[in-house]
């Protein structure tokens, strides 16, 4: 018999695909993800990227599948946009806690609309 250690099975490993879920996205569902977030951060809020990029590190929305980025960023706008009206009372605090989306927004030539 061969010593399998030094004579290693021709056996090749197969890369494993990640699967995705299919998330269920609305403004209500991220007003209350980014409202946690503003209490108990999950993820660097000062890493410059898309709402998106951000929270698919995030154990909460992990394995979304990149089809559903534009609805997610189109609904966490939204949903930042409601947080400065029900709470900021007059001052953007979604940029003042978010600043990595801010900047984000400005280098991809966009208007922070702050909603207020």
Same mark, same amino acid.
């Given at each position: ?7 290693p ?16 996205? @609305? &403004?209500? %569902?991220?007003?209350?993800?980014? $409202? ?12 410059? =990227?898309?709402?998106? @990029? &951000?929270? %698919?590190?995030?154990?909460?929305? $992990?394995?979304?599948?990149?089809n ?7 609904? =966490? ?5 409601? %947080?400065?009206?029900?709470?900021? $009372? ?8 978010f ?18």
């Amino acid at each position: 018999m061969l010593d399998q250690s030094f004579f290693p099975s021709p056996v090749r490993e197969e890369k494993q695909i990640k699967k995705y879920k299919e998330y269920d996205i @609305s &403004v209500d %569902i991220l007003e209350n993800f980014l $409202k946690g977030e503003i209490v108990r951060p999950t993820w660097d809020h000062r890493n410059v =990227g898309s709402l998106y @990029s &951000v929270c %698919i590190d995030t154990e909460t929305w $992990k394995d979304m599948h990149p089809n559903q980025s534009m609805a997610f960023c189109k609904c =966490g706008r939204i949903a930042l946009q409601n %947080i400065n009206r029900k709470y900021g $009372k007059g001052m953007d605090i979604a940029a003042l806690h978010f600043p990595g989306l801010k900047e984000n927004c400005i280098r991809k030539g966009y208007i922070w609309d702050s909603g207020l």
